[in-house]
Nanobody
């Protein structure tokens, strides 16, 4: 059974930091490209960052490049998103995604709220 379980969300003040985690199980994590996406209220899902399999090449949306860092630990089957310098516009539900060929898995998401 494939599972992607996000954690680490919460309420943070502008300028603060959060580290999201995505624990994967039920598939060969190291052979899947992984990414984070977010969806704010009333808006479409937005891709945020991605990372390839073993080489760990990363790519970011322009809106988060710099303050956000995606990483993975293949030994722990876990994906991370370090988010620094958070802004109110970063408020959204953040979900992780695993993709390989026709297989495309999503987690339930974790809420991030940036507010003073």
């Amino acid at each position: 059974q494939v599972q992607l379980v996000e954690s680490g969300g919460g309420v943070v003040q502008p300028g603060g930091s959060l580290r999201l985690s995505c624990a994967a199980s039920g598939f060969s994590f190291s052979s899947y490209s992984m990414s984070w996406a977010r969806q704010a209220p009333g808006k479409e899902r937005e891709w945020v960052a991605g990372i390839t399999t073993v080489a760990g090449v990363t790519i970011y949306a322009t809106s988060v490049k710099g303050p956000f860092t995606i990483s993975r630990d293949n030994a722990k089957n876990t994906l991370y998103l370090q988010m620094n310098s958070l802004k109110p516009e970063d408020t959204a539900v953040y979900s992780c995604n695993a993709r390989r060929g026709p297989n495309d898995y999503w987690g339930q998401g974790t809420q991030v709220t940036v507010s003073s």
